[in-house]
Nanobody
Framework: QVQLVESGGGLVQTGGSLRLSCAASGRTFTSNTMGWFRQAPGKEREFVSAIRRSGGNTYYADSVKGRFTISRDNAKNTVYLQMNSLKPEDTAVYYC??????????????????WGQGTQVTVSS
């Protein structure tokens, strides 16, 4: 079992920045591929970013590439999502997810076994 708790969401103006954190506990953290997803009202949950266990391989949705940065601190069992140049269309509930097996695929919600409760990010225009 892996427990995930997100924090760092909030209200920010267009062009602003936020840093989301996801604290993991339970099963060995370093065995996981970690991902961030988001879900806006009336829309499906979508992939934002993912990072492999070593932190060496990172992946981003085209919509956030160049603006968001994912990182992890395995000593602290925490994964981060630094979000810069935020836009109103980034408004959503952001979820942290863990894939203990570190499978090949990482962009689908079904690739992950554990999820946090989500944190709201609102970007005002």
């Amino acid at each position: 079992q892996v427990q995930l708790v997100e924090s760092g969401g909030g209200l920010v103006q267009t062009g602003g920045s936020l840093r989301l954190s996801c604290a993991a506990s339970g099963r060995t953290f370093t065995s996981n591929t970690m991902g961030w997803f988001r879900q806006a009202p009336g829309k499906e949950r979508e992939f934002v970013s993912a990072i492999r266990r070593s932190g060496g391989n990172t992946y981003y949705a085209d919509s956030v590439k160049g603006r968001f940065t994912i990182s992890r601190d395995n000593a602290k069992n925490t994964v981060y999502l630094q979000m810069n140049s935020l836009k109103p269309e980034d408004t959503a509930v952001y979820y942290c997810a863990a894939d203990p097996s570190g499978g090949y695929y990482y962009t689908r919600a079904s690739d992950y076994d554990y999820w946090g409760q989500g944190t709201q990010v609102t970007v005002s225009s």
